[in-house]
């Protein structure tokens, strides 16, 4: 699931909760906030309104790869 976070988030995994990920609206690869989570993750995010729903951004492959 991908999403993009308008505010600060930690989640801990029910199945691990000796691990907790902070998620930051400024954070993920390109520095906008889109992260790929755990769909446990993203309800959660949206569910406390600290995140939306986003489509998943373009694969990169050899043709489309920036040089």
Same mark, same amino acid.
């Given at each position: 699931?991908?999403?993009?976070?308008?505010?600060? $988030? =930690? %989640?801990?995994? !029910?199945?691990?909760?000796? +691990?907790?990920? $902070? %998620?930051?609206? @400024?954070?993920? &690869?390109?520095? =906008?906030? +889109? %992260?790929? +989570?755990? *769909? &446990?993750?993203? #309800?959660? *995010?949206?569910?406390? &309104? #600290?995140?939306? *729903?986003?489509?998943?951004?373009? #694969? #990169? @492959? !050899? +043709?489309?790869?920036?040089?």
């Amino acid at each position: 699931m991908w999403v993009k976070f308008t505010q600060a $988030h =930690d %989640y801990t995994p !029910s199945r691990n909760n000796r +691990v907790t990920l $902070h %998620y930051r609206p @400024t954070g993920g &690869e390109a520095g =906008d906030g +889109v %992260y790929r +989570v755990k *769909a &446990e993750c993203g #309800r959660a *995010a949206i569910k406390a &309104e #600290r995140a939306v *729903a986003v489509a998943a951004p373009p #694969r #990169r @492959t !050899s +043709v489309n790869a920036p040089a």
